[in-house]
């Protein structure tokens, strides 16, 4: 519930129409299902910035979502990478 009121607050900062979803599953399978469901026009992920290894054994979200997606997808890094 406060992850929900935050983004709330967030969306009515900019000024912005915002749908906020929360689903359960497959994180990247969930995000490109609700953005086609929905009709997205984009979708913002955080990335960790992993590489290399890590990133091959950990998989990727942000890496699915963006080679799937029927939309746009922005990534945002963290800032200490």
């Not at 995000?31 to 913002?44: K, M, P, S, T």
């Not at 290894?53 to 800032?79: D, M, N, Q, Y």
């Amino acid at each position: 519930q406060q992850g929900r009121e935050t983004l709330k607050e967030l969306a009515k900062s900019f000024d912005l129409k915002v749908e906020t979803i929360f689903k359960e599953g497959d994180p990247g399978h969930e995000i490109i299902h609700a953005a086609e469901e929905f009709n997205a026009d984009l979708i913002v992920l955080g990335s960790h910035g992993h590489k290399g290894w890590k990133r091959f054994t950990l998989g990727s979200v942000a890496e699915l979502v963006v080679r799937h997606a029927h939309c746009p997808v922005l990534t945002i890094k963290p800032k200490n990478q």
